[in-house]
């Protein structure tokens, strides 16, 4: 069964500069439009995994334990498991790749326009 595109009016209600992001997005990557939820996934699957790999190093460095007991295991096998399933999916889909360094670039951008705190 082939899937409904969304309506031309689902995106009317965002502010400018998403609807500005959300194009750029398109332009650049030169994603279809049909095909941009797969790309999206992957690259929403990117960016966990580069949380997990985050987590798995932020818990490395609180603890004072000896070398076997200061790894953590748990967050590390979860973290395996989402590297392994974004290679396989940048293998596969490669298109995620572009649209999460669209995301990485917005984040970082949007941070650099933000007033420094004193």
């Not at 748990?74 to 669209?102: M, N, Q, R």
Request: aromatic residues 14%.
């Amino acid at each position: 069964m082939p899937e409904n595109p969304p309506s031309p009016q689902a995106h009317i209600s965002q502010p400018p500069a998403h609807q500005s992001f959300w194009l750029w997005v398109l332009c650049l990557t030169g994603v279809d439009y049909f095909r941009q939820g797969g790309a999206y996934a992957t690259g929403v699957l990117v960016l966990m995994t580069s949380a997990c790999v985050a987590t798995v190093i932020r818990r490395w460095g609180a603890a004072s334990t000896p070398w076997p007991w200061r790894v953590p295991w748990g967050y590390l096998l979860i973290t395996v498991v989402f590297v392994y399933t974004t290679i396989a999916v940048v293998i596969e889909k490669p298109d995620g790749i572009k649209i999460a360094a669209c995301f990485g670039s917005f984040s970082w951008a949007s941070t650099l326009a933000q007033p420094s705190q004193p």
